[in-house]
């Protein structure tokens, strides 16, 4: 397999100690978890979503682990602005601020609150099970452009995370290009659900929700190779990424770094173990594969 050489990396903006991001909504609830997972080996950490007013989710059953996944609706629960506390901890660390809203206003109040305070944000344009927001937005590419402008105006890092569940995700990246979007994240979740034949009912308390995990991860590398050809701002890799083969993987179909999420749950030195392999010393510039794939 491929070595990459050691180090900092600069993605959209955001100065990361390595390639591997803890992804939003996975320990990225408290200072002290996101702490944690820098701890542990995370190059940077992206939060749970944090939205313009507080939300309690989606009745349970919230989340279910499968053999392949895990499938969850949680339904956006946060604390909105209450969780700007919790950042002071990590002033000047490789922090990014997930946040959602309803409109291009609500993001740009949301992000207002936590200007100065975070790396950057990452807008959740794309959360499958959350009605009003993510992916009911984000698969306009109108709405996607006016709410990352809403952001990117503001001066700070404005990563877009996008939805797979579109016909043309390109043209969604295009459209958070063009609203000043310094990196595309891809993907999201995908519609999914399950239903237990011992109950007669699904098994999320929401009937539906979104799919991570392994299963996801061919999905995943479709939609960054494809936004690779698309868009010119860089591409960040998300989606069943669970070693340093897949990372690789992620990177020659054409991201820059990666975002972890699912395999968390499983190991939470997932990050270190991941690093183990895919760096040494003698290793070589991630530049030489990113979107190697193409050519």
């Not at 807008?123 to 452009?145: F, K, M, R, T």
Request: net charge neutral; glycine share 14%.
């Amino acid at each position: 397999m491929v070595a990459l050489r050691p180090g900092k990396v600069t993605v959209g903006g955001v100065t990361l100690e390595n390639h591997l991001l803890l992804a939003a909504g996975v320990l990225g609830t408290t200072g002290a978890s996101l702490s944690r997972m820098l701890t542990l080996g995370a190059g940077g950490v992206v939060t749970k979503s944090i939205g313009p007013a507080p939300k309690d989710g989606h009745a349970g059953p919230c989340l279910v682990v499968l053999e392949d996944g895990i499938l969850n609706a949680m339904g956006l629960p946060n604390p909105s602005k209450e969780f700007v506390d919790e950042l002071a901890p990590l002033a000047k660390k490789p922090v990014v601020v997930s946040i959602f809203g309803g409109t291009p206003e609500e993001f740009g109040e949301v992000a207002g609150w936590f200007t100065g305070k975070a790396a950057g944000f990452e807008l959740n344009l794309s959360c499958p099970h959350a009605e009003g927001y993510g992916a009911a937005i984000g698969s306009d590419p109108g709405l996607v452009e006016a709410c990352t402008r809403a952001v990117s105006r503001l001066g700070a890092p404005t990563w877009v995370k996008l939805t797979p569940n579109v016909t043309d995700i390109t043209a969604i990246g295009k459209a958070a290009e063009r609203g000043g979007a310094t990196a595309i994240v891809a993907i999201n979740t995908v519609k999914a659900m399950r239903i237990s034949t011992g109950l007669r009912r699904p098994v999320l308390g929401n009937r539906f929700g979104g799919l991570s995990g392994s299963a996801i991860f061919p999905v995943a590398v479709r939609c960054v190779y494809d936004l690779y050809e698309a868009v010119k701002i860089p591409i960040i890799g998300c989606g069943g990424i669970a070693s340093a083969d897949n990372v690789v993987e992620m990177m020659m179909a054409g991201a820059r770094a990666v975002e972890i999420g699912s395999a968390v749950q499983g190991d939470v030195t997932i990050f270190s173990k991941i690093a183990g392999k895919l760096y040494a010393k003698d290793g070589i510039s991630a530049d030489e594969i990113v979107g190697c794939a193409h050519a």
